[in-house]
């Protein structure tokens, strides 16, 4: 968590939603995790008074009539404010008059935005927004109604969001509740409905209209059918939908934060220097040392340290567990539900028996991650209860198992916290979802799906991430050698490749830091608090190009961050307080 204290006046403040009834997800709470990620500081406040006179608001609540009255002032005065709740006594400072409630829909952005989608997005939930006169449309709706909108008030901005992001966001990543097999795709290219409870039957997008053909292929053939390898190119996710939202948010601060000349910091997602990053894993299904083996060749070929997801029952035996050991790859859980042994069914202790199973195999006491094969879910969120219960910190299930669910099927190349169900304890489960975008390039994914994902994560600046089995590396030599080419095209575009285990330490890590500009005589001073110390942490602010460190050991370049530039600095950060002066 990054917010500060309010009387540390960040130029970020977020006036939170109040509380539900206990039968209610609390989704609104969703905006938290948004600018936690995003590496926001921020101040908590639903006081107008406590606002900082040029500063930025993002309110997901509501505001009585006392508070919308102060809240145009300060507006009229300098403040920028960004609705992500329009409610009825700010309609008049948004210049929005409310109309009907959105269900499943798609937005369509203006030519406003710095970054925007090439094609309609889609919501899930809000209102559709008519505009008044003098307020700007920056997205909407089919029928024509706003779905975004912005209005310049006396020296202030406010940008109002029809769309309920929180839902939006936070229902693509996680989906519905998995209680049967969703719907197949109409042409044939996801056949969800096999009798195995799984992720994506519990998708929020939409299989015939949320996909498209990769760039450059022929449309689908008449005689397709679903069969390994794929007889050609499919519709996939290409777009991630819920990174897209975000990246409207933060364009909608940054906007802000420009409008009244606030300077603004905040910590990349990754370290100095890097864009995106990539992930490989491997499901370890037959436990064959000649499959484990082909593998370890595979990805020394590849110079890639993998995530090695081990299955329950058997296992390669201890040379070839040694040598993954040795090879540098994170030993991972694969968590088996099939029902095709014993202990491999869903449920808690059959998933704490496997857990304890994958350490006495691996020589490895703290597992941190796992992915259930197949894909395998039921419910929502209890599985991660599970994981909390036994020290699994990051999760990569949520993803495709069909050709045709490829790329982006939960709208994300970014971790995230999962929200909790209603009448939980806590509002967040304490377990990083890592998104998983294909298996098996040219067996289970076709290989035109590779830069497809290759370019969404960079643009994004999220993680990709490839799936591969040992079977197929040691019986399909195009797999195989798609998995060395994937490899070497992310390097090329300056994409590391890291292990689950070094993702969840750096994301729960930068979790920790606290970033402020304050504006001074002489320039500006970037103030940072470290609960622990990061090496090679990216400060992002938005500061003139022509800001120079004093400290000429800083490390400094200009950065694209969803179409906005930014001044980088390079910096290894000590636990504790520090800070850096900076001159025009």
Not at 69 to 95: F, H, I, K, Q, R
Not at 293 to 300: G, R, S
Request: glycine content about 8%; aromatic content about 8%; hydrophobic content about 40%.
């Amino acid at each position: 968590m990054t917010s500060v204290p309010s009387n540390d006046a960040p130029a970020l403040t977020l006036w939170p939603a109040g509380s539900v009834e206990p039968d209610q997800v609390l989704w609104s709470a969703y905006a938290t995790e948004v600018l936690d990620h995003a590496g926001f500081s921020y101040a908590t406040s639903t006081d107008p008074s406590a606002l900082p006179a040029k500063g930025v608001l993002l309110l997901t609540g509501t505001a009585d009539t006392e508070q919308a009255g102060a809240l145009t002032s300060w507006v009229e005065a300098g403040g920028t404010l960004v609705l992500a709740a329009p409610g009825e006594n700010l309609t008049d400072l948004a210049g929005v008059s409310p109309g009907r409630a959105l269900g499943s829909e798609l937005v369509e952005c203006t030519e406003h935005w710095a970054q925007r989608p090439p094609r309609g997005i889609r919501a899930l939930a809000g209102q559709a927004l008519t505009p008044r006169d003098g307020t700007e449309v920056l997205a909407t709706l089919a029928d024509g109604s706003a779905a975004i909108t912005r209005r310049q008030v006396g020296s202030g901005l406010v940008l109002t969001f029809g769309v309920d992001l929180w839902y939006t966001i936070a229902r693509i990543q996680q989906g519905y509740p998995v209680t049967a097999d969703g719907v197949p795709a109409s042409d044939g290219t996801a056949p969800i409905d096999d009798d195995l409870l799984k992720a994506e039957d519990g998708m929020a997008l939409d299989l015939e209209v949320d996909r498209a053909m990769p760039p450059g292929y022929p449309e689908l053939p008449d005689d397709y059918t679903h069969t390994y390898p794929p007889p050609a190119a499919v519709p996939i996710f290409d777009q991630p939908h819920a990174d897209w939202w975000r990246a409207l948010l933060l364009q909608a601060i940054w906007q802000s934060a420009a409008h009244s000349a606030t300077p603004l910091g905040w910590l990349d997602y990754w370290p100095a220097g890097l864009d995106a990053i990539a992930h490989m894993s491997h499901d370890a299904d037959g436990n064959k040392p000649e499959d484990g083996q082909a593998a370890l060749d595979a990805f020394a070929a590849a110079d890639v340290k993998v995530t090695w997801h081990q299955v329950f029952p058997g296992g390669y035996g201890p040379e070839t567990f040694a040598a993954i050991t040795a090879a540098g790859h994170e030993h991972s859980l694969h968590y088996n539900s099939m029902a095709d042994a014993d202990l491999a069914s869903w449920g808690w202790p059959q998933f704490r028996a496997q857990y304890a199973w994958a350490q006495a195999v691996s020589g490895r006491e703290d597992i941190v991650s796992n992915k259930n094969h197949y894909t395998r879910w039921e419910g929502w969120t209890e599985f991660y209860t599970w994981c909390e219960r036994t020290g699994v910190q990051i999760d990569s299930t949520r993803g495709p198992s069909k050709q045709g669910t490829v790329g982006f099927p939960f709208g994300t190349a970014h971790l995230s916290f999962p929200l909790a169900p209603a009448g939980n304890e806590q509002i967040f489960h304490d377990v990083l979802n890592l998104p998983l975008h294909t298996q098996d390039l040219a067996w289970a994914g076709h290989i035109a799906a590779r830069d497809v994902i290759l370019d969404a994560a960079q643009a994004q600046h999220g993680v990709a991430h490839f799936l591969f089995h040992g079977p197929h590396l040691n019986k399909r030599p195009l797999t195989r050698q798609a998995c060395v080419d994937v490899a070497n095209v992310a390097r090329e575009r300056g994409m590391p490749w890291w292990t689950a285990e070094e993702i969840n330490t750096w994301e729960r890590s930068r979790r920790g830091v606290q970033v402020q500009v304050r504006t001074l005589a002489e320039g500006w001073e970037v103030q940072v608090h470290a609960e622990q110390a990061l090496s090679g942490a990216a400060l992002a602010l938005a500061l003139p190009a022509s800001a120079t460190p004093v400290d000429d050991q800083v490390r400094v370049r200009t950065v694209q961050r969803h179409g906005h530039e930014f001044l980088e600095l390079g910096v290894d950060l000590p636990a504790g307080t520090s800070s850096w002066l900076l001159r025009p």
